[in-house]
């Protein structure tokens, strides 16, 4: 059978013919597909497979087997340095012309996003990149280029060990946080006067707007790390600072695990003086302006349900805290207990019924940052719960609370909002300080991502390795792109905007606030990573990372390549890059530039070298770079 423009000459090597055109049996036969004008053999499908065009087959009983030819639907490339064109897939071939010093990057994606909130899409064995090179046919035998979700992701040299598992850790107990909130509803509810007095009566609120000293001692819910439930946290007033009341579990008294008063000092100090702005200026504060809908005995302020004023912390002993993680929010804090619960679809009998964060001791840098990243969690619940926007996936959540950590860092360290930042910047005198330390996590997962490439939040589903820190590198450096594109002249309106529901929920919202599908900002994205360290590539590109030289900085790393490519170039000859499921729910980079100037062409096929049907969503963006 022929599927498609082509001929099938069929030979005898072996056996016999009868009159009828039959063969005899285990006679051996010789098929050759020739193409006609304008289409190319694909491969052969039925009762034999592959894509060779000459094939043997040794008859031992009736055959079936279809030839197919596509129409040639190959493109020749014609791009200066920093432009880009994005192949979707199915598709034909790409061909980079014959050309001497040309430099193409290629970046290959998936792009079905989920409702789930994940770009991951089940392709069958996964894809082959084919590359040949001037008239050369393609190697037969392809390099498989071994890559494991489970493997370590790159660790930033100048984070010491301890607190990069203390990252990891925390990384893994916020996704599973976020998806508790997926499963929330805000729908319905609705104020009414009916139900028992709330925990703060509206005289105790009055009294603590007007700086009423908080109570000494309070006893706090927090989850059971052990099996999920409830427990009772008895907590001593620590400080009650301008901004933040800090309260200390009494198990942690008289420990090692104690905070020393200039730890709880530097904390408040911090998010005082660098913190606070970026959630009220950035994010619209700890909640949307107005009151609250679904607390019984009297209506309460969203941005202030507690009616302190202030953020509380929390200090947890270790044996209290889930996960093992230097902090977190949760969202049940947004909702009534059940005893105050007039309407809608959610309650939570672990609410303290206030603005709150979860903190181990303060010991270091890292929870200075942190705990910038978790009140702007509080903002987006508060947004969510008060203003019916509903949660928002897990990336782009934990992608925004590391923009609001990297611009308190950013405050601290007295850079402007859209300065250029080297590797001094972040690393006066090849270390970080506390005014640095938020930037340079940030940075430590982006090239973490960049190198590992395992499941994460923006190209993949993080349940497949919710720990790896590469979850929180995709989502920061995807809108730290955003910021550099769309919100270069206010990324405080950007992302108030994306927070406060203004933009809508998940990725309709990116599409509103930057007037691009989710597709074409991912390729967008892709092309801003590729050109890194390519100046002339950068000057004349369309988009491109202004905040930062991630290049420059990640050259003074183990791993100095910004991003790392899988194939760093192609010398001579032809090869085919095997591409697992693993690796294509990432974004995978390759580098390509043919020796003498010779004709490079780019073939994507599933693993089995055969073409690509209506299951395989994915683009290539080729960017050449020089």
């Known amino acids: 059978n022929i599927q498609g423009d082509g001929t099938v000459d069929e030979r005898l090597l072996s056996g016999e013919e009868n009159q009828d055109g039959h063969y005899s049996y285990r006679s051996i036969i010789q098929l050759t597909a020739s193409a006609s004008d304008e289409w190319f053999f694909s491969n052969w499908e039925g009762d034999i497979t592959g894509d060779e065009n000459t094939v043997e087959i040794e008859l031992f009983t009736g055959t079936n087997i279809t030839a197919i030819f596509n129409r040639d639907e190959s493109f020749e490339l014609d791009l200066s340095v920093g432009e880009s064109y994005v192949q979707e897939h199915p598709g034909g071939k790409l061909i980079i012309p014959e050309q001497t010093g040309g430099v193409y990057r290629v970046g290959l994606i998936a792009r079905d996003y989920q409702t789930d909130g994940s770009t991951l899409i089940e392709v069958p064995d996964g894809f ?90 309070r006893t706090f819910f927090a989850v059971n790390p052990n099996d999920n439930g ?9 400080k009650n600072g301008t901004n933040v009341i800090y309260y200390q579990d009494d198990s942690v008294a008289g420990t090692t695990e104690e905070a020393t008063d200039q730890e709880i000092e530097n904390l408040l100090n911090y998010y005082d003086n660098y913190g606070k702005s970026i959630i009220d200026e950035m994010f619209g504060g700890l909640g949307p302006d107005g009151t609250t809908n679904h607390f019984s005995g009297g209506e309460r302020p969203a941005n202030d349900i507690d009616g302190n004023g202030k953020l509380i912390v929390l200090q947890l002993h270790p044996d209290n805290m889930i996960g093992g993680a230097a902090g977190y929010v949760s969202a049940c804090d947004r909702f009534p207990l059940p005893e105050n619960y007039n309407a809608g679809g959610y309650y939570c009998d672990k609410s303290n019924e206030a603005e709150i964060t979860f903190l181990l001791r303060p010991e270091s840098d890292f929870y200075l940052g942190t705990l910038v990243h978790e009140a702007k969690h509080i903002s987006s619940h508060g947004y969510a719960v008060f203003g019916d926007r509903e949660f928002q996936p897990s990336w782009i959540e934990e992608g925004t609370a590391e923009i609001a950590k990297e611009m308190s860092s950013r405050t601290a360290a007295g850079f402007t909002e859209n ?88 990725v309709a919202g990116l599409s509103s606030a930057t007037g691009r599908n989710f597709n074409q900002l991912l390729s967008e994205f892709i092309k801003a990573v590729q050109i890194e360290g390519f100046n002339s590539a950068k000057n004349s590109s369309d988009v491109s990372f202004t905040s930062y030289d991630f290049e420059e900085i990640a050259s003074y790393f183990s791993l100095g390549d910004w991003p790392y490519i899988y194939n760093s170039s192609m010398t001579s000859g032809s090869a085919e890059f095997e591409i697992s499921p693993v690796y294509f729910s990432s974004m995978v980079l390759f580098e390509f530039s043919a020796e003498n100037g010779e004709r490079l062409e780019l073939e994507l096929h599933n693993r089995y070298g055969e073409m690509l049907d209506e299951l395989h969503d994915v683009a290539l963006t080729v960017t050449r770079v020089e």
């Open 419 to 506: 300065q250029y930042l080297k590797f001094n910047d972040l690393y006066p005198g090849f270390s970080t300080t506390p005014e640095t330390f938020g930037m340079a996590v940030t940075h430590g997962r982006a090239r973490s991502f960049l190198h590992a490439s395992p499941e994460n939040g923006l190209f993949g589903n993080p349940d497949e390795n919710p720990g790896n820190s590469t979850y929180y590198g995709a989502s920061w450096l995807f809108h730290r792109f955003l910021a550099d594109n769309y919100a270069a002249t206010d990324q405080n309106q950007f992302f108030q905007r994306l927070n406060d529901g203004t933009y809508e929920r998940d």
């Open 128 to 217: 082959m990149l084919r590359v040949s090179e001037g008239d050369e046919p393609v190697a037969k035998q392809p390099s498989l280029m071994n890559h494991n979700a489970e493997s370590s992701d790159f660790r930033d040299d100048m984070i010491d060990d301890e607190t990069w598992s203390l990252i990891k850790r925390t990384d893994e107990l916020h996704h599973i946080l976020r998806k508790e909130e997926s499963k929330m509803s805000v729908a319905g509810l609705k104020y009414t006067a009916a139900g028992e007095p709330s925990r703060l009566s509206a005289d105790s609120r009055f009294k603590m707007n007007q700086q009423a000293e908080p109570e000494d001692n």
């Open 230 to 238: 409830r427990i009772e946290v008895d907590a001593t007033l620590r």
